[in-house]
C-alpha cells in the first residue's frame, strides 16, 4: 500500500511538469480510445495497474480510465490557443467560445485588439490568455503602423502580441528592416511573449528556415508560428520538424492555421510543438473530449 501511495505522490508531481504527449497515444497516427490503451498508458506512467487502482479508491476500472483520461485531456487543452480569424462574429457567438474555452482551460485566445477587452470580460477564470493579432493576416503595414499597433493592443490589456511577418519582405531579403521592426515590439512588450507569425503556404522551405534562424537568434521571441492559411497537412511534420531545428532552442515553435483534427494536433506535439493556434480548435478540444473521455 505504501508503494501505491509512492505511486500516486508521482502522479501529483506530473501536473507541474511540461506537458507531454505520449508516442503511444499516437502509434500509426491514431487515437485508439479502446481500453487496452488507457490500461497500457496508465500503466506505464504509473507503475500501478487499473486494478490496484481501483481495488485502493473503492471505484470501478472504467471510473478510474475515465478519470486518468480526463486529467490528460486537460494536460492538451493547456496547449491549444483558439484564434478569431474574422471580425463578424456575433457576441452571443463569441460569448459562447470563451466559455468553452474557459472551460476547456486553453492557454490563450488571439484576436484582433479591437476584441481583447471583451475577451478578458468573457473569460472565466482569467489565467486564459487574450493575445493580440498585428498586421493580420498579411503583414503588409507599414513598420511604424505594426509598432503603432502593437503599442496599442498592449495599453488595451493584452497579454502576448502575435505579429504576422511580410511575406514580400522576407522574399525580397529585407531581413535587418523585420529584425529591427520585431526587436521594437519586443522592447516594447517588455515581458509579454512575441510571436512572430510566417505565412507557410507562400514561403519556401528554405524561406522559412533562413528567417527562423535570423529572428531566433536576433530578436529574442517567445515563439515563431509557422502558419498554414490554407490546409495543407502533408507539410505539417515536416515544417515542424525542420523550424525545430531552425530555431535550435533560441525560441518556442507554435503552429498556426487550418489544423483540424486530434490526430493532427497529437503528432505535433509529439515532435516538440510548442502550442497550436487555429480556428478550430475548440472542435479539436470536442473530439478529445469524446475520444480519450466519453468512449473509454
Known amino acids: 500500500m505504501e508503494e501505491l501511495k509512492e505511486n500516486l505522490d508521482n502522479i501529483d508531481d506530473e501536473v507541474n511538469e511540461e506537458i507531454e504527449v505520449k508516442n503511444e497515444i499516437v502509434e500509426e497516427k491514431s487515437i485508439d480510445t479502446e481500453e487496452t ?8 506512467e504509473t507503475g500501478v495497474s487499473l486494478k490496484e487502482m481501483a481495488i485502493l479508491f473503492g471505484q470501478t476500472e472504467e ?23 474574422k471580425p463578424n462574429i456575433s457576441y452571443e457567438d463569441f460569448k459562447n467560445k470563451c466559455q468553452s474555452i474557459s472551460s476547456y482551460g486553453f492557454k490563450s485566445i488571439t484576436v484582433l485588439p479591437n476584441f481583447i477587452g471583451l475577451s478578458k470580460d468573457l473569460l472565466t477564470p482569467k489565467k486564459v490568455q487574450v493575445k493580440a493579432l498585428i498586421s493580420y493576416p498579411h503583414g503588409e503595414e507599414h513598420h511604424k503602423v505594426k509598432v503603432y499597433s502593437a503599442r496599442q493592443a498592449l495599453k488595451l490589456g493584452a497579454d502576448g502580441l502575435c505579429v504576422v511577418v511580410s511575406t514580400r519582405m522576407i522574399r ?23 510571436t512572430a507569425i510566417l505565412d507557410a503556404n507562400l514561403l519556401s522551405s528554405f524561406e522559412l528556415d533562413k528567417i527562423c534562424k535570423i529572428i531566433s537568434k536576433e530578436c529574442k521571441l517567445y515563439s515563431v508560428m509557422p502558419y498554414f492559411f490554407k ?18 532552442g533560441k525560441c518556442h ?17 509529439t515532435l516538440g510543438v510548442n502550442s497550436i493556434s487555429c480556428k478550430n480548435s475548440l472542435d479539436i478540444a470536442s473530439e478529445l473530449n469524446n475520444k480519450i473521455i466519453s468512449s473509454v
Open 231 to 248: 490546409e495543407d497537412n502533408a507539410k505539417y511534420e515536416e515544417v515542424a520538424k525542420e523550424l525545430k531545428m531552425s530555431v535550435n
Open 63 to 85: 471510473e478510474i480510465s475515465k478519470e486518468y483520461g480526463s486529467f490528460k485531456a486537460k494536460k492538451v487543452y493547456a496547449k491549444l490557443d483558439y484564434i478569431l480569424e
Open 253 to 269: 515553435v507554435d503552429f498556426g492555421g487550418e489544423i483540424s483534427t486530434v490526430n493532427e494536433t497529437i503528432s505535433l506535439f
Open 172 to 194: 525580397n531579403g529585407n531581413y535587418k528592416l523585420i529584425v529591427k521592426n520585431l526587436k521594437r515590439i519586443v522592447k516594447m512588450a517588455k515581458n509579454k511573449p512575441v
Open 37 to 44: 490503451v488507457i490500461k497500457d498508458f496508465f500503466i506505464k
